[in-house]
């Protein structure tokens, strides 16, 4: 079957649909949906995403059958249009755009006006009678083709436009005439040749030509690739390309441009939502240039168009069932629309779309479980400012509330710092920009919180901030931002980097220093009711990493319906804790450390049973020991600075020394060198090249057992405790980094044995369980002999990853960026599961430990516990149930159900068919 690349659209008609985005992308397929509706659509054609891959994996070259086509589609719609490309009497101009399968705002590129040159420009002047008109659309399409095509810095151009406005001393762009924009224009083909050698292409085929494949390469820019990686989204898809007839809205006060929503993205109300700019092209409105007008006021400017723009969008919503995002060009008085896709949203709007469109009928409730992306609920629970500090602070700015939530954090000024910032882990930042451009990606998604000056509700920052769940004011027009200088101006304030503010993305207020916050409520109605929708179809369960009572109270707020792990280690550290611990390890024999465990028995006790209890009829997976001890002690070379800091120091000096290091390390009563020495060979002696795969885990409880029986005692003693209050307790006891039977066996027969001592004391018996944690690659080849000691595994996928691919999680970072950009790895993964490689091992493992045991409970207690993607291949894979941290449980119910939901819905499907 011969491979097709190019799909008409126009006359009424188009050789695409709306559900040809894998074909089309999702501008390329709306706009053929639209033409095939009626609407007012500019007439182009579509060249399809295999185009775009074809052209990668021929090195950038372009097929003859893609060009034929070209050719072909630019033949009918200078047919069509009565209108030539290149004719100088009655030029044809097109747009250039990216489309892409999955929205990606902003992330690649666009270019206007092709077909302009100059000769093309005279003949426009003529045509539409505006010689004003003609030189701005040229200057556009000049300045455009150079930072996209040509791969100039748009400061060039930015400088040579600025220094025209300030020769004729104007502010706004549209206060430049005609022959200024041509001095524009010759400064721009000046700067051209001298940034690439060559002339601005006079030939308006060859500009069309180099603006499609720009627009290919676009697919793999930095940003779009950033955006691609955030959002989960394929490298393989490529990008359409759509080329179409431009429409002016920059023909003068009766022409004009803008974006909408049929919906609003930032709360889900049902309101008419947009910008618009007059005498404008679409670039001005999202690029945040200019602060734009808001929607309604279309209504009284050009009232019979703003009425036909609600009449087409409300059609459109309804035709898609789903809340538009839209694009639209007026030129003299005559609306066009230019694209509509599925809006971005915030979490809480997505929820309240969803549970809308249930009540308008537009969609069901097991479609409207689908409508919110499960990692959105995650936004839902960020922190908003305590009302009582609110009400005393003053704000020094306001802007738009673009994207809701509250963040508090330092200044940067470029998205580069932003990121250094965080590398260097200097707490949280706002990036504060006068606009964001798509190359502020990196930055933006490491930042808490995004302040702009300038641009609306519909500019890049808006729209992306939207997208990734980030606070965001834009428009903040009583702010003056000096990038260079590393300063923010309000007023006679001056605010540098480094300088603490808070924003407040649901009202757009700005303030200076930080602001307490408060946490969101779990109860809130409107996600109760949407989480009682989704939760019929959710058939695994989820529960909770907590090491707290408090932590555990939060968790089953949110849903949990238990403990999937719970860290003993993190109980030893806190005063009245820790001395006992560092007793333990410095013990120099059995007698010595058994002293030290009984002092840390009532502690653990007391703990486990306020997990207990806040877990009340639910499973509490706790796990014994797993960190190396050294974990416990001062790092090596810190002592040995010390004591060298000791050797050198003057008598009257000494003195001092030794009172400082007596105080700083009283948990280990040293007073003089001699102890220092000693707790110096006792870290030595603990000291491994490789700690994460030396003397821990289930080792630890080998060579130490008595330090297993401590914790199981304390387990059991806890349990009863609890359960003598009449209440309901379902201890699982969970040994790490097991990689052979005997491991587990050894330990197991500990607890077993601790457990029937404390039952025979007690007089009184509870059920329990003993399970491992699947976390070696080792452990999962074998799992089958494994389960013939654990009634339970759990997957530690955190280890599991960095023991399978060899990277440490804790040094990933100075890798990962590199790999991420080269396409070495297509994610993070240790933020979500790597499905070939580790997930081979967690099917292998499961299958196998249930061929032994076929009763055997098998969960994941790892950071892809809260992952959605992961979430739906543990529930494919068998799981019973995943484990996340509290603040992850809704979105991995959500997950969950989701999951569920598409088996049933994929079954039933099967079964027609069958």
Known sequence: MTTRYAYFFGGGKAEGNGQMKDELGGKGAGLAEMTNAGLPVPPGFTISTEACRDYIRRGRRVAPEVERETR????????????????PNRPLLVSVRSGAKFSMPGMMDTILNIGLNDRTVEGLARQANNPRFAYDSYRRLMQMFGSVVLEMEKKVFDAVFEAQKKKRKVKLDTELGAEDLQAVIAGYRAAIKKHTGEEFPQDPYRQLQMARDAVFLSWFNDRARAYRRMQNISDDLGTAVNVQTMVFGNLGESSGTGVGFTRNPATGEKEFYGEFLMNAQGEDVVAGIRTPVHISELRNILPTVYDQLREITTRLEKHYRDMQDFEFTIQEQKLYMLQTRNGKRTGRAALKVAMDMVQEG????????????????????????DPKALKAAEAVAKGLPASPGAAVGQIVFTAEAAVAWAEKKKGPTILVRAETTPEDIHGMEVAAGILTARGGMTSHAAVVTRGMGKCCVAGAGGIEVDEHAKKMRIGKKTFNEGDWISIDGSSGAVYPGQLPTRPADPKDPMLVAFMSWAEPHRKMGVRANADVPRDAKAARAFGAEGIGLCRTEHMFFGEGKIEHMRAMILAGDEKARRAALKRLLPLQRRDFAGIFEAMEGLPVTIRTLDPPLHEFLPQREEIMVDLER???ATPAKKRKLTAELKKKYADYQITNAAGLEQLLRRVQDLHEV????????????ILYPEITEMQARAIFEAALQVAKKGKTVKPEIMIPLVATPKELALQKEIVNRVAGEVFAAAGKKIDYLVGTMIELPRAALVAGEIAAEAQFFSFGTNDLTQTTYGFSRDDIGKILPFYLQQGVLKQDPFASLDQSGVGQLVQRATEAGRKSRPDLKVGICGEHGGDPASVQFFYQTGLNYVSCSPYRVLTARLAAAQAGAADTKARAEAGRTA
């Open 72 to 87: 072909e589609m630019l033949a009918r719609l200078e047919t069509l249009q009565g209108q030539k490309l290149g004719d």
């Open 690 to 701: 490789n700690p994460m795969l030396g003397l821990r885990g289930c080792r630890l409880g």
């Open 646 to 648: 000791l050797k050198l």
């Open 362 to 385: 537009l969609i069901n409730r097991t479609e409207a479980i689908f409508r919110v992306d499960a990692n959105q609920l995650y936004e839902l629970l960020f922190p908003g400012f």
